[in-house]
């Protein structure tokens, strides 16, 4: 009788069945297919803010290298960014687990066994025909066990996986520009407080030479001793600023330590007589809303989190599908090695096993509803998150416009005040006018400037929290994210949804 040989028969039952699987993959999964959602985006912006061009590659817009630096090594070093490194990493394992759930996997094994039957038991082994009471056996198999993805849920398990690392990377990018604006803002402000630091010095020379203005006049009678008192007393007002200023300075370059992961102390030392680079200047811009939203981490993050969600619904509702497995093993069984690769020697089993919930469907209907609303809730999140992203950058650029009008103004309060203030040293020192005019400019002009140096500080931090609204420096985004974003919100379909 001619032997069927059983590794042939396994190869053919198996690749009928991938088949049988592959067909079924061509089909539609159970469950909804994803359609990104549909969203009317504004084709320009609200405000009229006078920006146009070409929009920043990166923070080196800021014309500071020393921001650069900062940023960089913020990004760097930051121990919350390299935990969502790793939980992208994590994802992407766990998607490509999800994929080999697609295929039959495969297990080789070899026994080797010593038997001692007794002679004395229920069954007696020495005394039947052939029979012993010892024996050793030698024993090779090989295993192949497939669940056949008939209904397309683990399909749709590679889906949700698949959005899900996408949602994660996206959040990671958002983090990643959280820290560098919170960097960079952080920067700006302590060059702000420097420059004030450098203000109320100079407020406490101009004071002192007013005082002793007031000192020599009044030596040579040409003053009253009321003016050297309020000469005195505007003074020590200029001077009572100064510590102030000089703690916050310090918190600020401890707090830049920080954020760049390094000791606080020589980061802040690193910091000492650096000089202020930084340029304040309107950030050229050409983007329109939907290229911002394509843009935005966090809008690509919710996207991606509303697909994986109505993926995960398929995944429920497979569970009340029939499943089918295909199991398949071929080995060898012998006593002894030389007998192990004969023909006589093999052994084999091929058999289907097909399962079908009968009992707890309530259950599975009632998951399979928990994702339906987990989906839902995915939506608004979407729509929440695209309409405050619109909002934020509208803001953002109406912020950094009126900040941009606001410094030009106080460029030319300045320049006014100065000639105001030179007019009243020179009327006072004439005699022509008493003290009172002369300490009223010098207090005015130290306002005014001090007025201009935060509008300056107002312009660049508006300009990083611009920066931030539309998504970040070009530089930090993925391509691909730009792109396929972009075409998902106009309605299209993603990879992930097709088959």
């Known amino acids: 009788m001619t032997r069927t040989n059983p590794l042939l028969h396994m190869s053919a039952i198996f690749v009928a069945a991938a088949s049988v699987s592959g067909c079924a993959m061509l089909g539609n999964p159970v469950g909804p297919d994803y359609r990104p959602p549909s969203f009317e985006a504004p084709s320009e912006w609200l405000s009229q803010a006078p920006l146009a061009g070409v929009a920043p590659t990166g923070w080196d817009a800021f014309g500071d290298p020393l921001l650069v630096d900062l940023v960089a090594r913020a990004s760097a070093n930051n121990r919350s960014l390299a935990a969502a490194a790793a939980d992208v990493a994590r994802a992407r394992a ?49 295993t192949a066990i497939w669940n056949l993805d008939l209904s397309g849920a683990i399909w749709r398990s590679v889906e949700a996986a698949s959005a899900r690392t996408e949602a994660l990377d996206a959040a990671q990018m958002a983090l990643a520009l959280s820290i560098a604006s919170e960097t960079a803002e952080t920067y700006i402000m302590l060059r702000g407080r420097e420059g004030q630091l450098a203000l109320a010095e100079r407020s406490v020379e ?41 703690a916050q300075i310090a918190r600020l370059r401890l707090a830049l330590g920080l954020l760049t992961g390094e000791n606080p102390q020589a980061a802040a030392r690193r910091l000492l007589g650096t000089p202020d680079n930084l340029a304040a200047r309107d950030l050229p811009l050409n983007d329109a809303p939907l290229s911002v939203l394509a843009r935005r981490p966090d809008v690509r993050q919710a996207e991606r989190t509303l697909a994986a969600t109505t993926a995960s619904i398929g995944v429920a509702e497979g569970r009340l599908y029939p499943s089918l ?73 109406a912020t950094a416009g009126e900040a941009g009008r606001t410094l030009a103004a106080l460029d030319n309060a300045v320049e006014a005040n100065m000639r105001a203030q030179e007019l009243a040293r020179l009327r006072y020192e004439s005699g022509e006018d008493s003290l009172l005019p002369l300490l009223e400019s010098d207090r005015e002009l130290i306002d005014v400037e001090t007025e201009r140096l935060d509008a300056r500080t107002n312009l660049l931090l508006a300009n990083v929290r611009l920066v931030r609204a539309l998504g970040g420096p070009r530089e930090a985004v993925v391509a691909h994210t730009e792109a396929g974003s972009a075409n998902e919100l106009r309605g299209r379909s993603t990879p992930d949804a097709k088959r």
């Open 206 to 246: 101009i004071r002192a030479r007013t005082l002793e203005l007031a000192q020599e006049r009044f030596d040579v009678g040409d003053a009253s001793r009321f003016d050297v008192e309020r000469a005195l007393a505007a003074r020590q007002r200029a001077e009572a600023r100064v510590p102030s200023l000089r």
């Open 325 to 397: 497995t295909l199991f398949g093993a071929l080995g060898a069984e012998a006593r002894n090695l030389d007998d192990l690769f004969n023909a006589e020697s093999r052994t084999s089993l091929l058999g289907p096993s097909l399962r079908l919930p009968i009992f707890g469907r309530g259950r599975l209907r009632a998951l399979v509803r928990s994702e339906e609303a987990a989906a839902q809730a995915a939506l608004a999140r979407f729509d929440h998150v695209v309409m405050s992203a619109l909002a934020d950058a509208d803001a953002a650029l």
């Open 94 to 142: 766990l998607r490509r687990a999800a994929i080999g759930e697609l295929w039959p996997s495969a297990n080789a094994s070899a026994a080797q066994s010593d038997i001692h039957n007794s002679e004395n038991g229920l069954i007696p082994f020495g005394a039947l025909p052939g029979g012993a009471t010892q024996a050793n056996v030698l024993d090779l198999e090989l």
